[in-house]
């Protein structure tokens, strides 16, 4: 059973970087078929795509936030991280990583990031 | 950008009874569209994916119908765990994907 597991620090202040990692296991993230990527969840609100990366290092990106993302994958730990630069309140939100070809099978748990001094 | 817009926002409906949810999109996404549901504190589950296939595991209670920029999700027999708020997002653009705001489904 494939299973998602976000990782990182749940307070982050202002202007500085988000960070986080999530870690597949069950499954290799270096099969062809599927891309992996990160959706947010501002407390009470909707879900909104950040961004998608292949295992090759190919990247596609929200055009909202593309300016201040970063995705990477370490395909020797079974990892992809996504790093959110000059973070301000309104990205206070749940950050899930999940697996996506086209619609998104398999999610993390998710794990609350709070921008805040 | 495709938006998606789902009706209504809230639906109250008694255990038993049928369930039909609306999720329109800005322009045509073809049949390139899934369906979760969300439960407080837990992850969205995939329900539905190309408009009207079922995800594996997911009852056949749950149905998705539709094409183009109108899209339907019905749940024929409301189950005490099928209230929960159920999202709807489009893959029609290669590898870029937008969420309806979601539909919250509520007890009557």
């Known amino acids: 059973q494939l299973q998602l597991q976000e990782s990182g620090p749940g307070l982050v202040k202002p202007s500085e970087t988000l960070s986080l990692t999530c870690t597949v296991s069950?499954?290799?993230?270096?099969?062809?078929?599927?891309?992996w990527g990160w959706i947010r969840q501002p407390p009470g609100k909707g879900l909104e795509w950040i961004g998608s990366?292949?295992?090759?290092?190919?990247?596609y990106y929200n055009p909202s936030l593309k300016s201040r993302v970063t995705i990477s994958v370490d395909t020797s730990k079974n990892q992809f991280s996504l790093k959110l630069s000059s973070v301000t309140a309104a990205d206070t939100a749940v950050y899930y990583c999940?697996?996506?070809?086209?619609?998104?099978?398999?999610w993390g748990q998710g794990t609350l990031v709070t921008v805040s001094s | 950008e495709i938006v998606m817009t789902q009706s209504p926002a809230t639906l109250s409906v008694s255990p038993g009874e049928r369930a039909t949810l609306s999720c329109r999109a800005s322009?045509?996404?073809?049949?390139?569209l899934a369906w979760y549901q969300q439960k407080p504190g837990q992850a969205p589950r995939l329900l539905i994916y190309?408009?009207?296939t079922r995800a594996t595991g997911i009852p056949a209670r749950f149905s998705g119908s539709g094409s183009g920029t109108e899209f339907t999700l019905t749940i024929s027999s409301l189950q005490s765990e099928d209230f929960a708020v159920y999202y709807c997002?489009?893959?029609?653009?290669?590898?870029?994907?937008?969420f309806g705001q979601g539909t919250k489904l509520e007890i009557k």
């Open positions: 997002q489009q893959y029609n653009n290669w590898l870029t994907y937008t």
């Open positions: 322009q045509s996404v073809s049949s390139n």
């Open positions: 999940a697996r996506m070809w086209q619609w998104l099978d398999y």
């Open positions: 990366i292949y295992y090759s290092g190919s990247t």
């Open positions: 190309g408009a009207s």
């Open positions: 069950g499954g290799s993230i270096s099969s062809s078929s599927y891309y």
